[in-house]
């Protein structure tokens, strides 16, 4: 059960995050003011360790604390492993916490449907960074055009 | 247009719509009404919220300036842009008004911008202009199609410009230093050659952004609202303007979202 319900973790990222480098007092920044415009009591953010490529330690710690609200930087933040997001949205439905995406304006509200649309979005992403080459791909269909 | 061995399956109708769309650099075409008056709806609610809180007395939206001062416009826009993003209901009614143009020209598997902009223009307000410029300038994918509704009738001056196509391509081949100027030279520069699009509220404009436009100072009587939005494929390549941030994924079909999910067995052989 969470016991501070207005309080909101912050969540930043250390290094890099998907292609991404922000300044943690950039991020922690961003996320107070995404707080302010949703009356929401930001707490000092947590950063996640830099240490062999971790997307998910400190953001366990900050679940576990019983926050109603932890306000992650960026979506991108979120585990690569589509494993260990489900277990991140189980989590966050079972305990009644709501995750929030300063940069994205988007927060989940704690039902399934929001959780996979935050998935369909990941996934959108994940296709066209990885699977696209768009100059070969751009090139190709011009040919055949 | 399409010989009996050619791979363009696309329609008529389209076709006919992409060539304007190519030649001019715009289109005009009748709104589905019933979405546009809820759009309508949502942005005056918020309008008359926000004179109300300033106690002063309520007009229509054309009339807006009897209202407002030039100095609260940009309160007045921010306040109606929170009020009508709470949620994706306006967003839906967006895509649904203009859904047969975005569909011939941009595909049907899309991505949306998750804020469309709100142009408040009120007379003679020189901070309402909108200095020349095409977005692809800034980092914006020239895949975007965008989606441009008037939420008045307007005319002359309360009119976006652009420069057509046509008219770009030779201006820029007559010139490689026009890129350089300042903003408001390169408007004296272009001056002569912009068209000023005239069109009334039930109507969209779908224009190329890639294009030069902008907003010149509004010199008649009445108060410009607008409202734009910026679509594009969703698997379409992205600048500056990525996913998740600034856009959002609104009609991920199934078999796309199958293939996401899809695993292939391990050890099967």
Redesign the interface.
Known sequence: MTKYTDQARGYIASGDFNGHRIPQHIQNQIIKSYCDANSLKFVLSRAEYWINGSTDCQLWAALKEGFKHIVFYSIWQLPDSENVRNKIYDYCIKNEIILHFAVERMCSIENQLAFSEIEILIKSNLLIVNEIDYNNHLINLRKLM | MNSERS??FRENQELVASHEYIQEGYIIEKADFQYLKLIKQDIERAYFEFVNIVNKETYNLENAHLSISHEKINDLRLFIMQNIYQNTSFHRNYYYSAKNIIHSLCGNEL?MQ??PGLSINLPQNQNDILPIHADTWNGVSPFELNIWMPLVNCTESMCLYILKRDDYKRRLKQSKELLRLTSDELYNELCDDLTWIPIEYGQILAFDQSLPHGYSLNKEQYTHWSINCRFKG??T??WDK????YF??IT?KNC??L???YHHPENWI
């Open positions: 791979w363009d991505a998750k804020r969703l698997h390549p992205y990525k996913l998740g941030e959002m994924p991920v796309t979202r293939g996401m999910d």
